[in-house]
């Protein structure tokens, strides 16, 4: 019920029904769905189809290394979840944030 109440209101409350598709589209871009945000992240990582993360292939870590816009960027903090997953994210991490998560000191 919790994350019900905090993501219902990041839903975009403009009814698209009587738009045009070219901006019924213009408006899924700039306002993506939340589930669709968390969806899009991983798949930025397959899509790279091996590049830098795969160690096969680490002539060329470019397309990586610019995916990599958050990991150990000033300002940026983390957390960990229950699971052991690293969460990177800017400001106050909010109500959602892992209870009793520590910040893990770097290698």
Not at 12 to 37: G, R, V, W, Y
Not at 46 to 69: C, M, Q, T, V
Request: proline residues 9%; hydrophobic residues 35%.
């Amino acid at each position: 019920e919790k994350a019900r109440t905090v993501l219902e209101p990041l839903l975009h409350k403009e009814t698209t029904a009587d738009l045009p598709l070219s901006k019924k589209i213009k408006l899924k871009l700039e306002n993506p769905d939340l589930l669709e945000l968390c969806h899009m992240l991983p798949m930025e990582v397959i899509n790279l189809g091996g590049k830098g993360y795969d160690p096969e292939h680490s002539d060329d870590s470019s397309a990586f290394e610019a995916w990599l816009r958050c990991y150990y960027v000033a300002g940026m903090q983390l957390l960990r979840d229950g699971n052991g997953r690293t969460i990177w994210f800017q400001g106050n991490p909010g109500p959602m944030a892992p209870k009793g998560s520590k910040t893990p000191k770097p290698k």
